[in-house]
């Protein structure tokens, strides 16, 4: 069964995950960027969800993680809990 790991930020606004998007682009720390602005608990640890499978994540969420290329960053990308930035850090098929 495919598994993958990724990192994410989750904000309240589209607008504010666009400006988040930029900063990463524009060379800011994915990590230190989810800490200071994530709404998941797990932006203390800088976005981090550990390794996952398909179906644990909302669908949105595995949309993404199972198609998208590794270590670029995804988004926004809307869920039921907010805004994402998403980027995979690893996949096995």
Known sequence: MATASARHIL????????????QIADGGDFAELAKQ???????KSGGGLGEFGPGRMVKEFDEVVFSANLNEVQGPVKTQFGYHLLEVTARTE
């Open 11 to 22: 904000v309240e606004s589209e607008s504010q995950c666009e400006q988040l998007k930029q």
């Open 37 to 43: 602005h994530s709404k998941c608990p797990s932006g």
